[in-house]
């Protein structure tokens, strides 16, 4: 299982809600709002 950066919550990577390539890696979000604040945050960076 994967885990969600923002709630430390896990995925399951073979069907996630939502997942996004940042750095070359890929991160895998318990869902589509997750993967949002997740961007909003990189941005931010
Ligand atoms: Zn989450």
Redesign the pocket.
């Known amino acids: 299982m994967a885990q969600?950066p923002?709630?430390d919550?896990t995925v399951d990577e073979n069907n996630p809600p939502a997942q996004g390539q940042y750095g070359g890696e890929t991160q895998y979000?318990?869902?589509v709002e997750?993967r949002s604040e997740f961007e909003e945050r990189h941005v931010q960076d």
Do not use: D, E
């Open positions: 969600c923002i709630c919550g979000f318990c869902s997750h």
